[in-house]
């Protein structure tokens, strides 16, 4: 059974 | 800050070296060394970083994730471009000068 797709996304974290 | 490249279908592209990335909670979290800047791609976002450590064409790509995920190839294959121009950038991945399949 396939898994559920979903959009892929790029976040950027703000870490100092 | 934008490279003004695109992608080209024929072009294979590769991630970048110079990235440490680390799995949390099953999404992939990247520290690129050169920037100091940190990013998180997601799951899918982390098949697909994992599939760019060897030279894809962005055919191979949609094809192996069309044999994961449950989705119409022409959706994959949108979302896929849209994902990858953010992943060029901000320099995680770049295209390689020759055509494959």
């Given at each position: 059974m396939k898994k559920e797709w979903e959009t892929p996304k790029l976040e950027v974290l703000h870490i100092k | 800050m934008s490279?003004?490249?695109?992608l080209l279908?024929?072009?294979?592209?590769?991630?970048?070296?110079?990235?440490?990335?680390?799995?949390?909670?099953?999404?992939?979290?990247?520290?690129?060394?050169?920037?100091?800047?940190?990013?998180?791609?997601?799951e899918i976002g982390g098949v697909i970083w994992e599939l760019l450590e060897q030279p894809m064409s962005i055919r191979s790509i949609v094809d192996q994730l069309l044999s994961i995920y449950a989705v119409e190839r022409a959706t994959c294959e949108q979302q896929l471009l849209a994902f990858l121009d953010q992943l060029l950038d901000e320099g995680l991945i770049f295209m390689h000068d020759e055509v494959r399949d």
């Open positions: - | 490279t003004n490249q695109s279908p024929a072009r294979p592209i590769q991630r970048e070296t110079g990235n440490i990335a680390s799995d949390m909670n099953g999404e992939k979290v990247l520290l690129n060394v050169n920037k100091g800047k940190y990013f998180n791609l997601g």
